[in-house]
């Protein structure tokens, strides 16, 4: 009887009958397949919460337990979700495949894909704008993607290394809960949103770093630790995620994701994993140039709000319609 494979094991072999550069090319492509399932995705469960937003309109500013809980009876939104684990999945194998200083900024092709989608379901048009900030995007992430596939290796991981990451993701929590905790009736969308960027650019970084001890076949307490840090992460960031979507729409909370997102796991990989160590001086120059221009791309682009698909779940709700005109 055969033995089946997890997907770290499917991975590696997969990476086995490739060289360096074809591995890091497999890993783009599979790490924007991810980000079209990423889009979707979000579009989609922007819409469920503005459904169940209707549903429960007792609390409009700030998403109550109850209307989390009500996501969970919205198709649309669990569709989406659907869609969401489709991306992680692309990304968890993207990120066996390639180094992170590669994988992590290709996020910003969803905010495009999803910019498109919202003018879409408004029926408006993208304006010399919106089409200047999506080639500013593009072209700076395809400069800074270039430029990390030529330079950035996949270095080996030491369990300092680990526990520096699990350090940091410790104080990020803690600080996310005070700042819950004390602020909640001041945070905006904006707010939540820089706080899920940061906590899923720890989970894609100790994905990494699981992905890569599974495969070396180290399982210590540090792996699991890594498991817990990921789904702690991944979970409070989800949470921030929704209750941002319930205040704006899709393109801030993936605008804001494709930003904070990549620039913290980048930092990291840089300065605690050691990914750019043999990059020289021109090339950290340029990495810093090429970001710089995709942040301003995505900047200008999470200004570009059509009529919400918010606003369009909340129009075609039973709740909210208006009874036709009686005859008279």
């Given at each position: 009887m055969p033995v089946p494979l997890v997907p770290t094991e499917v991975t590696d072999t997969i990476a086995q009958f490739l060289d360096p550069v074809a591995r890091k090319n497999l890993g783009i492509a599979v790490a924007l397949a991810g980000t079209v399932f990423l889009a979707l995705g979000a579009q989609l469960q922007h819409r469920g919460v503005g459904k169940a937003s209707m549903m429960r309109p007792g609390d409009q500013q700030k998403m109550s337990l109850g209307q989390l809980l009500a996501l969970l009876r919205r198709p649309s939104w669990l569709l989406g979700?659907?869609?969401?684990?489709?991306?992680i999945v692309l990304q968890l194998t993207s990120l066996g495949l390639a180094p992170l200083l590669v994988v992590q900024p290709l996020g910003v092709a969803a905010l495009?894909?999803?910019?498109?989608?919202?003018?879409?379901?408004?029926h408006t048009r993208l304006d010399g704008t919106v089409l200047r900030s999506v080639a500013l995007s593009v072209g700076g992430i395809v400069i800074f993607v270039s430029i990390a596939a030529v330079y950035a290796t996949d270095r080996p991981i030491q369990p300092p290394q680990v526990?520096?990451?699990?350090?940091?993701?410790?104080?990020?929590?803690?600080?996310?809960?005070?700042?819950f905790t004390l602020l909640r009736a001041r945070l905006t969308a904006v707010a939540y949103v820089l706080g899920a960027g940061v906590l899923y650019a720890f989970v894609a970084t100790l994905a990494k770093l699981t992905i890569t001890q599974l495969v070396a076949g180290d399982l210590s307490l540090l792996t699991l630790l890594c498991v817990g840090g990921v789904l702690?992460?991944?979970?409070?960031?989800?949470?921030?995620?929704?209750?941002?979507y319930s205040t704006g729409p899709p393109n801030l909370v993936i605008a804001g994701l494709t930003v904070v997102d990549p620039l913290v796991a980048?930092?990291?990989?840089?300065?605690v994993l050691g990914e750019a160590s043999q990059a020289p001086l021109y090339a950290l120059i340029?990495?810093?140039?090429?970001?710089?221009?995709?942040?301003?791309?995505?900047?200008?682009?999470?200004?570009?709000?059509?009529?919400?698909?918010l606003a369009i779940a909340s129009e075609s709700t039973p709740e909210t319609r208006r009874p036709p005109r009686q005859r008279r």
């Open positions: 979700t659907l869609l969401l684990g489709f991306a495009v894909l999803s910019t498109v989608v919202d003018s879409r379901l408004a526990v520096i990451i699990l350090i940091l993701l410790g104080v990020v929590l803690i600080a996310c809960g005070l700042i702690t992460a991944a979970i409070v960031g989800g949470v921030f995620v929704q209750v941002a980048v930092g990291i990989g840089i300065v340029a990495f810093v140039i090429a970001g710089a221009i995709a942040a301003y791309g995505v900047v200008g682009l999470s200004r570009h709000q059509p009529q919400s698909t």
